[in-house]
Protein backbone atom coordinates (compact mmCIF):
# COMPACT_ATOMS: atom_id res chain seq x y z
CA UNK A 1 0.00 0.00 0.00
CA UNK A 2 2.96 2.65 0.77
CA UNK A 3 4.75 1.76 -2.32
CA UNK A 4 1.16 2.41 -4.03
CA UNK A 5 1.06 5.84 -2.75
CA UNK A 6 4.46 6.62 -3.34
CA UNK A 7 3.39 5.78 -7.13
CA UNK A 8 0.63 7.98 -6.73
CA UNK A 9 2.71 10.69 -5.44
CA UNK A 10 5.09 11.01 -7.69
CA UNK A 11 2.60 10.55 -11.27
CA UNK A 12 1.15 13.76 -9.23
CA UNK A 13 4.06 15.43 -9.57
CA UNK A 14 5.10 14.34 -13.01
CA UNK A 15 1.39 15.69 -13.94
CA UNK A 16 1.81 18.84 -12.15
CA UNK A 17 5.18 19.43 -14.27
CA UNK A 18 3.85 18.56 -17.29
CA UNK A 19 1.00 21.17 -16.64
CA UNK A 20 3.12 24.13 -16.12
CA UNK A 21 3.19 27.03 -18.91
CA UNK A 22 6.17 26.52 -20.63
CA UNK A 23 8.96 28.96 -20.60
CA UNK A 24 8.56 32.00 -22.63
CA UNK A 25 11.06 32.13 -25.25
CA UNK A 26 13.76 35.34 -25.14
CA UNK A 27 12.88 38.07 -27.05
CA UNK A 28 14.87 40.93 -28.76
CA UNK A 29 13.06 43.65 -30.60
CA UNK A 30 15.29 46.10 -33.14
CA UNK A 31 13.43 49.07 -33.07
CA UNK A 32 13.85 51.78 -36.11
CA UNK A 33 15.76 49.90 -38.20
CA UNK A 34 16.03 49.81 -42.18
CA UNK A 35 16.42 46.72 -43.49
CA UNK A 36 18.47 44.90 -46.24
CA UNK A 37 16.89 41.63 -46.84
CA UNK A 38 19.32 40.25 -48.35
CA UNK A 39 17.39 40.05 -51.93
CA UNK A 40 16.54 43.39 -52.78
CA UNK A 41 18.03 46.26 -53.88
CA UNK A 42 17.34 49.21 -51.14
CA UNK A 43 16.44 49.62 -47.86
CA UNK A 44 13.04 49.62 -46.26
CA UNK A 45 11.92 52.42 -44.42
CA UNK A 46 12.13 52.76 -40.33
CA UNK A 47 10.87 49.62 -39.25
CA UNK A 48 10.84 47.13 -36.41
CA UNK A 49 12.20 43.24 -36.52
CA UNK A 50 10.90 40.85 -33.44
CA UNK A 51 13.06 37.89 -32.91
CA UNK A 52 11.65 35.42 -30.61
CA UNK A 53 14.11 32.62 -29.50
CA UNK A 54 16.35 31.63 -32.70
CA UNK A 55 13.26 32.84 -35.44
CA UNK A 56 12.51 36.08 -36.75
CA UNK A 57 9.06 36.60 -35.71
CA UNK A 58 7.76 39.51 -37.03
CA UNK A 59 8.63 42.75 -39.34
CA UNK A 60 7.12 45.94 -39.21
CA UNK A 61 6.25 49.17 -37.72
CA UNK A 62 3.71 46.84 -35.45
CA UNK A 63 5.87 44.36 -34.04
CA UNK A 64 5.88 44.65 -30.43
CA UNK A 65 7.96 42.62 -27.67
CA UNK A 66 6.33 41.06 -24.73
CA UNK A 67 7.56 42.15 -20.84
CA UNK A 68 10.89 41.25 -19.83
CA UNK A 69 11.95 41.38 -24.00
CA UNK A 70 15.90 42.84 -25.02
CA UNK A 71 15.12 46.24 -26.69
CA UNK A 72 18.20 47.20 -29.30
CA UNK A 73 17.64 50.86 -30.51
CA UNK A 74 18.66 50.93 -34.17
CA UNK A 75 18.77 54.56 -34.85
CA UNK A 76 18.07 54.32 -38.52
CA UNK A 77 20.76 51.92 -38.57
CA UNK A 78 20.92 48.92 -41.33
CA UNK A 79 19.66 45.35 -39.91
CA UNK A 80 21.18 43.31 -42.50
CA UNK A 81 21.08 39.56 -42.80
CA UNK A 82 24.63 37.58 -41.17
CA UNK A 83 26.92 36.62 -43.88
CA UNK A 84 27.94 33.55 -45.09
CA UNK A 85 31.05 32.39 -46.92
CA UNK A 86 30.22 29.52 -49.36
CA UNK A 87 33.91 28.11 -49.23
CA UNK A 88 35.83 28.21 -45.81
CA UNK A 89 38.49 25.77 -44.29
CA UNK A 90 37.83 26.13 -40.85
CA UNK A 91 40.55 23.98 -39.15
CA UNK A 92 42.99 25.39 -42.07
CA UNK A 93 43.01 29.20 -41.77
CA UNK A 94 45.64 29.68 -39.24
CA UNK A 95 48.43 27.23 -39.24
CA UNK A 96 51.35 26.95 -41.42
CA UNK A 97 51.27 23.82 -43.70
CA UNK A 98 53.79 22.05 -41.82
CA UNK A 99 51.76 22.51 -38.41
CA UNK A 100 48.28 21.70 -40.14
CA UNK A 101 49.88 18.22 -41.46
CA UNK A 102 52.07 17.17 -38.83
CA UNK A 103 51.54 19.39 -36.02
CA UNK A 104 49.83 19.06 -32.82
CA UNK A 105 46.50 18.31 -32.79
CA UNK A 106 45.32 20.01 -29.63
CA UNK A 107 47.08 23.38 -30.76
CA UNK A 108 45.97 23.14 -34.41
CA UNK A 109 42.39 22.74 -33.08
CA UNK A 110 42.37 25.28 -30.95
CA UNK A 111 43.82 27.80 -33.23
CA UNK A 112 41.07 26.88 -35.20
CA UNK A 113 38.41 27.63 -32.21
CA UNK A 114 40.04 30.99 -32.18
CA UNK A 115 39.89 31.71 -35.40
CA UNK A 116 36.25 30.60 -35.69
CA UNK A 117 35.41 33.08 -33.02
CA UNK A 118 36.94 35.91 -34.89
CA UNK A 119 35.14 34.70 -37.81
CA UNK A 120 31.62 34.82 -35.73
CA UNK A 121 33.07 38.73 -35.05
CA UNK A 122 33.71 39.94 -38.90
CA UNK A 123 29.98 39.01 -39.01
CA UNK A 124 29.94 35.76 -41.11
CA UNK A 125 26.96 33.56 -39.25
CA UNK A 126 27.76 31.06 -41.90
CA UNK A 127 30.28 29.04 -43.38
CA UNK A 128 30.67 26.39 -45.65
CA UNK A 129 33.67 24.40 -44.77
CA UNK A 130 35.37 22.84 -48.14
CA UNK A 131 37.64 20.69 -46.94
CA UNK A 132 39.66 19.71 -43.14
CA UNK A 133 38.60 17.83 -40.32
CA UNK A 134 36.31 20.61 -38.65
CA UNK A 135 33.74 17.71 -37.20
CA UNK A 136 34.80 18.11 -33.84
CA UNK A 137 34.98 22.32 -34.09
CA UNK A 138 31.47 22.26 -35.38
CA UNK A 139 30.02 19.93 -32.33
CA UNK A 140 31.96 22.41 -29.97
CA UNK A 141 30.20 25.32 -32.14
CA UNK A 142 26.73 24.07 -32.07
CA UNK A 143 27.10 23.29 -28.41
CA UNK A 144 27.90 26.19 -27.12
CA UNK A 145 31.12 25.47 -25.95
CA UNK A 146 33.70 27.98 -28.67
CA UNK A 147 31.11 31.01 -30.47
CA UNK A 148 31.46 30.74 -34.04
CA UNK A 149 29.50 30.32 -37.44
CA UNK A 150 27.19 27.49 -38.39
CA UNK A 151 29.58 24.87 -40.39
CA UNK A 152 28.26 22.95 -43.22
CA UNK A 153 30.76 20.45 -43.63
CA UNK A 154 32.68 18.44 -46.47
CA UNK A 155 34.88 16.29 -44.24
CA UNK A 156 37.94 15.03 -45.96
CA UNK A 157 38.70 16.50 -49.54
CA UNK A 158 38.76 13.31 -51.53
CA UNK A 159 41.71 13.14 -54.43
CA UNK A 160 43.69 11.43 -56.57
CA UNK A 161 47.30 10.31 -55.99
CA UNK A 162 49.50 13.37 -57.35
CA UNK A 163 46.56 15.45 -57.08
CA UNK A 164 45.58 18.64 -55.55
CA UNK A 165 45.06 17.58 -51.75
CA UNK A 166 48.00 14.60 -52.13
CA UNK A 167 50.43 16.45 -49.59
CA UNK A 168 52.62 13.13 -49.61
CA UNK A 169 56.14 13.16 -50.16
CA UNK A 170 58.24 11.00 -52.96
CA UNK A 171 59.10 8.74 -50.00
CA UNK A 172 55.84 7.49 -48.96
CA UNK A 173 55.76 6.04 -52.50
CA UNK A 174 54.72 3.57 -53.88
CA UNK A 175 51.85 3.28 -51.33
CA UNK A 176 51.19 -0.02 -49.38
CA UNK A 177 47.98 -1.05 -48.76
CA UNK A 178 48.82 -2.93 -45.71
CA UNK A 179 50.67 0.22 -44.14
CA UNK A 180 48.45 2.80 -42.41
CA UNK A 181 47.23 6.16 -43.83
CA UNK A 182 49.16 9.18 -44.67
CA UNK A 183 49.27 11.82 -41.74
CA UNK A 184 47.04 13.96 -43.70
CA UNK A 185 44.12 11.24 -44.39
CA UNK A 186 44.50 10.52 -40.46
CA UNK A 187 43.69 13.81 -39.04
CA UNK A 188 40.64 14.02 -41.78
CA UNK A 189 42.24 16.21 -43.70
CA UNK A 190 42.45 14.85 -47.34
CA UNK A 191 41.77 11.26 -48.33
CA UNK A 192 43.18 9.94 -51.56
CA UNK A 193 41.73 7.59 -53.99
CA UNK A 194 42.41 5.92 -56.94
CA UNK A 195 39.38 3.92 -58.51
CA UNK A 196 35.46 4.80 -58.42
CA UNK A 197 35.25 1.81 -55.14
CA UNK A 198 37.69 3.87 -53.36
CA UNK A 199 35.92 7.38 -54.27
CA UNK A 200 32.46 5.66 -53.06
CA UNK A 201 33.71 4.31 -50.13
CA UNK A 202 35.52 7.66 -49.20
CA UNK A 203 32.62 9.93 -50.13
CA UNK A 204 30.57 7.21 -47.67
CA UNK A 205 33.10 8.04 -44.94
CA UNK A 206 32.29 11.56 -45.11
CA UNK A 207 28.86 11.38 -45.45
CA UNK A 208 28.94 9.08 -41.68
CA UNK A 209 30.95 11.89 -40.18
CA UNK A 210 28.25 14.30 -40.87
CA UNK A 211 29.28 16.15 -44.00
CA UNK A 212 26.68 18.10 -45.73
CA UNK A 213 27.92 18.01 -48.88
CA UNK A 214 31.17 16.15 -50.61
CA UNK A 215 33.99 17.72 -51.63
CA UNK A 216 36.41 16.39 -54.54
CA UNK A 217 39.38 17.61 -56.90
CA UNK A 218 38.76 17.24 -60.44
CA UNK A 219 41.86 18.80 -61.44
CA UNK A 220 45.21 20.35 -60.05
CA UNK A 221 45.54 23.06 -57.83
CA UNK A 222 47.63 25.88 -56.04
CA UNK A 223 48.95 24.93 -53.43
CA UNK A 224 49.94 21.71 -53.62
CA UNK A 225 53.09 20.46 -54.99
CA UNK A 226 52.30 17.68 -57.29
CA UNK A 227 49.33 18.73 -59.70
CA UNK A 228 49.96 21.11 -62.44
CA UNK A 229 47.29 23.31 -62.84
CA UNK A 230 45.55 22.03 -66.35
CA UNK A 231 45.87 18.52 -65.30
CA UNK A 232 42.33 16.80 -65.02
CA UNK A 233 42.33 13.67 -62.62
CA UNK A 234 39.74 12.03 -61.49
CA UNK A 235 37.84 9.70 -64.56
CA UNK A 236 33.92 9.82 -65.02
CA UNK A 237 33.53 6.39 -63.50
CA UNK A 238 35.16 7.94 -60.68
CA UNK A 239 33.26 11.04 -60.40
CA UNK A 240 29.60 9.63 -60.71
CA UNK A 241 30.71 7.17 -58.15
CA UNK A 242 31.20 9.86 -55.65
CA UNK A 243 27.62 11.38 -56.96
CA UNK A 244 26.20 8.37 -56.85
CA UNK A 245 27.34 7.91 -53.19
CA UNK A 246 26.39 11.83 -52.40
CA UNK A 247 22.60 11.23 -54.04
CA UNK A 248 22.12 8.86 -52.44
CA UNK A 249 22.11 10.44 -49.08
CA UNK A 250 20.09 13.31 -50.71
CA UNK A 251 22.86 15.60 -50.95
CA UNK A 252 25.09 16.37 -54.18
CA UNK A 253 29.15 16.87 -54.79
CA UNK A 254 30.83 19.86 -55.60
CA UNK A 255 34.54 19.59 -57.47
CA UNK A 256 37.79 22.13 -57.12
CA UNK A 257 37.99 22.30 -61.43
CA UNK A 258 40.03 25.36 -63.14
CA UNK A 259 40.15 24.12 -67.31
CA UNK A 260 37.49 23.48 -69.38
CA UNK A 261 37.94 19.62 -69.01
CA UNK A 262 37.94 19.16 -65.55
CA UNK A 263 34.46 21.46 -65.18
CA UNK A 264 32.77 19.33 -67.86
CA UNK A 265 33.43 16.16 -66.98
CA UNK A 266 32.52 16.74 -64.02
CA UNK A 267 29.16 18.52 -65.32
CA UNK A 268 28.07 15.56 -67.52
CA UNK A 269 29.43 13.17 -64.08
CA UNK A 270 26.65 14.65 -62.05
CA UNK A 271 28.40 17.06 -60.25
CA UNK A 272 26.17 20.34 -58.92
CA UNK A 273 28.76 22.86 -58.06
CA UNK A 274 31.95 24.01 -59.69
CA UNK A 275 34.52 25.59 -56.93
CA UNK A 276 36.93 28.43 -58.70
CA UNK A 277 36.57 27.73 -62.70
CA UNK A 278 39.44 30.63 -62.97
CA UNK A 279 40.24 29.32 -66.12
CA UNK A 280 36.98 28.10 -67.70
CA UNK A 281 36.73 29.27 -71.54
CA UNK A 282 33.67 31.04 -73.47
CA UNK A 283 31.75 27.56 -74.24
CA UNK A 284 32.61 26.05 -70.96
CA UNK A 285 31.08 29.01 -69.24
CA UNK A 286 27.66 28.47 -71.49
CA UNK A 287 27.39 25.03 -71.01
CA UNK A 288 27.66 25.15 -67.47
CA UNK A 289 24.76 27.85 -67.14
CA UNK A 290 22.58 26.24 -69.88
CA UNK A 291 22.81 22.87 -67.44
CA UNK A 292 22.10 25.46 -64.53
CA UNK A 293 25.55 24.36 -62.75
CA UNK A 294 26.03 26.54 -59.63
CA UNK A 295 30.09 27.86 -59.63
CA UNK A 296 31.37 29.01 -56.22
CA UNK A 297 34.34 31.16 -56.72
CA UNK A 298 36.55 33.58 -55.19
CA UNK A 299 37.94 37.18 -56.22
CA UNK A 300 41.91 36.05 -56.24
CA UNK A 301 43.32 39.35 -56.93
CA UNK A 302 46.19 40.26 -59.06
CA UNK A 303 47.68 42.54 -56.79
CA UNK A 304 47.73 40.67 -53.19
CA UNK A 305 50.89 39.12 -52.27
CA UNK A 306 51.51 36.45 -53.66
CA UNK A 307 53.25 33.87 -50.80
CA UNK A 308 55.44 31.45 -52.91
CA UNK A 309 58.77 32.29 -53.99
CA UNK A 310 58.68 34.10 -56.87
CA UNK A 311 59.33 31.83 -60.65
CA UNK A 312 58.29 28.72 -58.52
CA UNK A 313 55.50 26.65 -60.20
CA UNK A 314 53.03 27.49 -57.12
CA UNK A 315 53.86 31.19 -57.96
CA UNK A 316 53.03 30.87 -61.42
CA UNK A 317 49.79 29.04 -60.64
CA UNK A 318 48.93 31.44 -58.36
CA UNK A 319 49.52 34.50 -61.16
CA UNK A 320 47.46 32.35 -63.58
CA UNK A 321 43.86 32.12 -61.16
CA UNK A 322 44.50 35.57 -60.37
CA UNK A 323 44.60 36.51 -63.67
CA UNK A 324 41.53 34.44 -64.39
CA UNK A 325 39.47 36.42 -61.84
CA UNK A 326 38.22 39.51 -64.00
CA UNK A 327 37.53 36.92 -67.25
CA UNK A 328 35.67 34.50 -65.12
CA UNK A 329 33.34 36.91 -63.83
CA UNK A 330 32.75 38.76 -67.18
CA UNK A 331 31.46 35.11 -68.15
CA UNK A 332 29.04 35.13 -65.06
CA UNK A 333 27.98 37.93 -65.63
CA UNK A 334 27.64 37.48 -69.95
CA UNK A 335 25.53 34.01 -69.39
CA UNK A 336 24.38 34.74 -65.93
CA UNK A 337 25.81 31.67 -64.17
CA UNK A 338 24.46 31.06 -60.74
CA UNK A 339 27.28 32.19 -58.62
CA UNK A 340 28.14 31.87 -54.60
CA UNK A 341 30.51 33.67 -53.08
CA UNK A 342 33.77 32.86 -50.76
CA UNK A 343 37.39 33.47 -50.11
CA UNK A 344 38.84 30.14 -49.90
CA UNK A 345 41.77 31.50 -47.27
CA UNK A 346 44.62 28.68 -46.22
CA UNK A 347 46.97 29.13 -43.74
CA UNK A 348 46.82 32.53 -43.24
CA UNK A 349 45.39 34.46 -40.10
CA UNK A 350 46.10 38.13 -41.79
CA UNK A 351 44.57 37.38 -44.99
CA UNK A 352 41.51 36.35 -43.41
CA UNK A 353 41.00 39.11 -41.12
CA UNK A 354 40.57 40.55 -45.22
CA UNK A 355 37.18 38.68 -45.10
CA UNK A 356 34.56 41.14 -45.33
CA UNK A 357 37.78 43.48 -47.71
CA UNK A 358 37.38 40.90 -49.74
CA UNK A 359 33.33 40.89 -50.12
CA UNK A 360 34.05 44.34 -50.76
CA UNK A 361 36.09 43.79 -53.98
CA UNK A 362 33.36 42.27 -55.45
CA UNK A 363 32.07 45.50 -56.24
CA UNK A 364 34.79 45.89 -59.14
CA UNK A 365 32.74 43.74 -61.38
CA UNK A 366 29.17 43.74 -59.60
CA UNK A 367 27.01 46.67 -57.86
CA UNK A 368 26.95 46.37 -54.00
CA UNK A 369 23.70 45.41 -54.06
CA UNK A 370 24.76 42.56 -55.93
CA UNK A 371 27.71 42.03 -53.85
CA UNK A 372 25.66 42.01 -50.57
CA UNK A 373 23.01 39.57 -52.27
CA UNK A 374 25.88 36.70 -52.98
CA UNK A 375 26.97 36.40 -49.82
CA UNK A 376 23.45 36.42 -47.73
CA UNK A 377 20.52 35.43 -49.86
CA UNK A 378 22.11 33.41 -52.74
CA UNK A 379 24.63 31.36 -50.35
CA UNK A 380 21.81 30.48 -48.57
CA UNK A 381 20.29 28.86 -51.50
CA UNK A 382 23.18 26.91 -52.26
CA UNK A 383 23.18 25.60 -48.96
CA UNK A 384 19.97 24.43 -49.50
CA UNK A 385 21.25 22.32 -51.91
CA UNK A 386 22.52 19.55 -48.95
CA UNK A 387 18.58 19.01 -48.12
CA UNK A 388 18.11 16.48 -45.11
CA UNK A 389 21.89 16.34 -44.81
CA UNK A 390 22.01 20.40 -43.97
CA UNK A 391 22.74 20.79 -40.26
CA UNK A 392 20.33 23.40 -39.19
CA UNK A 393 17.28 23.39 -40.40
CA UNK A 394 15.70 26.97 -41.39
CA UNK A 395 16.01 29.54 -43.78
CA UNK A 396 19.13 31.71 -43.70
CA UNK A 397 20.95 34.75 -45.52
CA UNK A 398 17.39 37.06 -45.59
CA UNK A 399 15.81 39.19 -43.33
CA UNK A 400 11.74 37.84 -43.40
CA UNK A 401 9.45 36.55 -41.15
CA UNK A 402 9.77 32.72 -40.19
CA UNK A 403 13.77 32.57 -41.13
CA UNK A 404 16.42 31.90 -38.57
CA UNK A 405 17.90 35.32 -36.65
CA UNK A 406 21.13 35.88 -37.48
CA UNK A 407 21.47 39.33 -38.06
CA UNK A 408 23.78 41.92 -38.02
CA UNK A 409 23.12 45.56 -36.99
CA UNK A 410 25.31 48.06 -39.09
CA UNK A 411 26.49 51.62 -38.95
CA UNK A 412 25.52 53.50 -41.98
CA UNK A 413 24.11 52.13 -45.59
CA UNK A 414 25.93 48.91 -47.42
CA UNK A 415 24.04 49.26 -50.07
CA UNK A 416 25.58 52.80 -50.52
CA UNK A 417 29.21 52.16 -49.29
CA UNK A 418 30.18 48.42 -49.37
CA UNK A 419 33.77 49.52 -47.53
CA UNK A 420 31.47 49.06 -44.57
CA UNK A 421 31.73 45.90 -44.82
CA UNK A 422 35.60 46.20 -44.47
CA UNK A 423 35.46 47.20 -41.47
CA UNK A 424 33.89 44.88 -39.07
CA UNK A 425 34.91 46.08 -36.27
CA UNK A 426 34.22 49.73 -36.45
CA UNK A 427 30.87 49.39 -38.26
CA UNK A 428 28.85 46.06 -37.26
CA UNK A 429 27.60 47.21 -33.79
CA UNK A 430 25.39 44.18 -32.92
CA UNK A 431 26.05 40.29 -34.51
CA UNK A 432 23.32 37.92 -33.62
CA UNK A 433 23.61 34.30 -34.91
CA UNK A 434 20.43 32.03 -33.45
CA UNK A 435 18.88 34.48 -31.96
CA UNK A 436 21.66 35.07 -29.68
CA UNK A 437 23.65 38.38 -29.17
CA UNK A 438 27.46 37.89 -29.67
CA UNK A 439 28.27 41.37 -30.06
CA UNK A 440 26.34 44.38 -29.00
CA UNK A 441 28.74 48.04 -29.26
CA UNK A 442 25.75 50.31 -28.76
Known amino acids: MKMLSLLAAALLVAGSAVAQPATAEPETLFRNVRIFDGKGSSLSAPTNVLVRGSIIAAIGPSAVAGEGATTIEGADRTLMPGLIDAHWHTTLVRPTPEQSIFGDLGFTNLLAGAE ?8 FTTVRDMGGPSFGLKQAIDMGVVA ?20 RVMTDLPRDPSQPLS ?48 VSTFTPEELKAAVDAATNWGTYVAVHAYTPVAIRRAIDSGVKVIEHAHLIDD ?12 LSTQPFLAEEPNPFPPGSDQYNKKKAVADGTAVLFGYVKKH ?21 ALLAAMTRWFT ?63 IMKDGKVYKNSL
Open 283 to 294: ATAKYMADKGVW
Open 116 to 123: ATATLMRG
Open 183 to 230: RMEQIGGSRIADSADEVRRAAREQLMKGASQIKLTAGGGVSSPHSPLD
Open 148 to 167: GPRIWPAGAIISVTSGHGDF
Open 336 to 356: RIRMAWGTDILFSETQARRQG
Open 368 to 430: PAETLRMATATNGELLVLSGLRSPYRGKLGVVEQGALADLLLVDGDPLADINIVADPERNFRV
